[in-house]
């Protein structure tokens, strides 16, 4: 099927804005409304969204100010003519009023359209206005498919500042019309406190929307609940949202820069509370309760999964956060708990899942880069990261785990894998070849990097050699320039993937927020 069958982007966004008159517009300030009785009426705080799209699936979101029922219509035209009503499910105060449901039983490489209101518990008259949001399900043919991906929103204290366009960049990618987003991580910057002033490079001044207890760093459940709802008090997130599915994983700046379950917060005098692991639940429940992920029953609040998006294209999501060993110098020559950074268990998942694919592109998404060396500076000491060691040798500390995966790929013929990953602030595409590398064992492929979406600039970062990269493209601050530029100097990135429907190429295009096209790059697939 040819993209040129669905319905006009522009006049879909025009409709669907116009049935969303009223949310976020009553009681309280910035979006966190607070509950007036005499008002009654039940208000979607932050609009809606979704996630986790398959052929007869997805995932819908939102949140209301108090106790309701949450109303929800299903249909497959924006006039809701042929419009399906789901039993009702309800917002409670233990998810923060937050609600999600998945969507089943749908028609596939259809358009999805679904209506919200909240009816209020305590009186079932009251009810919101509708709000609506839109999908497209995955293809059960090889029609032409289109993506996004970045990661990094709200880094570096760098809030929404109207004057100077907001979240510009989730506008750009909009008008795209993606079949989905991929958001690589970094979802909020839970330890980057946001003030209503910032002092910019040029002199300037940046002025933020400013919203209780982003002004510190996040420690609580609310606090780390409030990040989430910030970045959706952003008209062009929010627009995004109700528009396009967006797939999630998470990184670091969710909990705490550079965190594992050794990090140590005793000399942080910004946090009250200690405990990692602590700060780690809080957040994974906040994020969890706050976006369209979809629930895994096996492992609830699990992020690595696969997704199939028809034929063509099947979505492999790391968790390189939750499960990873300690920061070290990278150094160990064997596997081991202190050296991983997937863990046995993740990376049994994805060669499994790999070997069942029967689609023509795997895309892995990786919510840090395989060969660009991330320090993290502790104490004068430069602790490893990332995956890469720096050391530009033989596959040592956290890189073991990959070159068994590079290998086990090769032995076992899984072509047609393209890495996608964001975290380092730049935008950058990377081929990694054997005949460049210390460790040979493998196939040639492609690493493209993106972001951020909103937050601070800064890289380029050092290559490390022991999978034979080779930078084919970069686009980030110059030493003039410096580091961590606001958005309003442009080099905010995003990435767009094409795969056509007939011949089955996959390109791969680097965006900037200004819509310029800085790379391009077509691949065509490895047939048996």
């Known amino acids: 099927m040819s993209r040129s069958v669905y319905l006009p982007k522009r006049r879909r966004l025009l409709k669907l804005a116009a049935t969303s008159g009223g949310a976020l517009a009553a009681g309280g300030v910035l979006g966190f409304p607070s509950i007036s009785r005499a008002s009654a009426r039940p208000i979607i705080t932050h609009g809606v969204q979704s996630g986790d799209v398959a052929s007869n699936s997805g995932v819908i979101w939102a949140r209301t100010d108090r106790p309701a029922r949450m109303l929800v219509d299903v249909a497959t035209n924006e006039s809701f003519s042929n419009a399906t009503a789901l039993p009702p499910i309800t917002a409670m105060p233990g998810s923060d009023f937050a609600t999600k449901r998945l969507l089943k039983n749908l028609p596939a490489d259809q358009e999805i359209f679904y209506r919200v209101r909240f009816a209020d518990l305590h009186d079932s008259r009251n009810v919101s206005e509708a709000l609506t949001g ?12 289109r993506f996004a991906w970045s990661g990094d929103t709200a880094g570096q204290g760098w809030g929404i500042d109207k004057e100077r366009g907001g979240m510009q960049t989730y506008a750009t990618m909009a008008a795209h019309d993606p079949d989905f987003f991929i958001h690589s991580g970094d979802t909020i910057y839970a330890d980057g406190p946001i003030s209503a002033t910032a002092d910019m490079p040029d002199g300037g001044i940046w002025n933020s929307l400013v919203a209780e207890g982003v002004d510190k760093v996040a420690e609580t459940l609310d606090e780390y609940r409030g990040r989430f709802k910030y970045n959706m008090l952003d008209e062009h997130v929010r627009a995004f949202n109700q528009q396009v599915a967006t797939f999630y994983q998470w990184d670091d700046h969710e909990v705490v820069n550079n965190w594992s379950s050794a990090k140590d917060l005793s000399d942080d005098d910004r946090y009250t509370e200690k405990s990692i692991m602590t700060l780690a639940a809080r957040s994974a429940q906040a994020f969890h309760e706050m976006t369209p992920i979809s629930y895994v029953a096996e492992e609830p609040g699990r992020v690595y999964r696969k ?9 492999f999501f790391l968790d390189l956060r939750s499960y990873r060993g300690p920061n070290t110098d990278g150094m160990q020559t064997e596997v081991s708990d202190e050296s991983r950074i997937m863990g046995a268990e993740q990376l049994k998942w994805l060669q499994d899942e790999l070997a069942r694919s029967t689609a023509t592109w795997k895309v892995i998404a990786s919510d840090m880069p395989l060969g660009l060396v991330v320090w993290d500076k502790h104490k004068g000491e430069n602790r ?11 596959a040592a500390g956290r890189e073991l785990e990959f070159a068994d995966l590079l290998r086990w790929m090769r032995d076992s013929k899984i072509d047609n894998v393209v890495w996608l990953t964001a975290d380092v602030h730049y935008t950058a595409a990377h081929h990694y070849h054997p005949d460049r590398a210390s460790f040979q064992d493998f196939t040639p492929f492609w690493e493209f990097v993106s972001g951020p979406l909103h937050a601070g600039t800064f890289g380029p970062n050092e290559l490390d050699g022991t999978f034979g990269p080779e930078v084919r493209f970069v686009k980030a601050p110059t030493e003039e320039q410096g580091v961590n530029l606001p958005p309003s100097m442009g080099l905010q990135f995003f990435g767009l993937v094409d795969i056509d429907g007939q011949s089955r190429q996959l390109t791969v295009r680097l965006m900037d927020r200004d819509d310029k096209e800085l790379y391009k790059v077509a691949l065509d697939p490895v047939t048996a």
């Open 134 to 145: 839109h999908f497209r399900t995955a293809p059960d043919s090889e029609r032409d498919v």
């Open 307 to 315: 997704l199939s998006y028809g034929p063509l294209l099947d979505v």
């Open 384 to 394: 490893v990261e990332a995956v890469a060691n720096g050391n530009a040798g033989a």
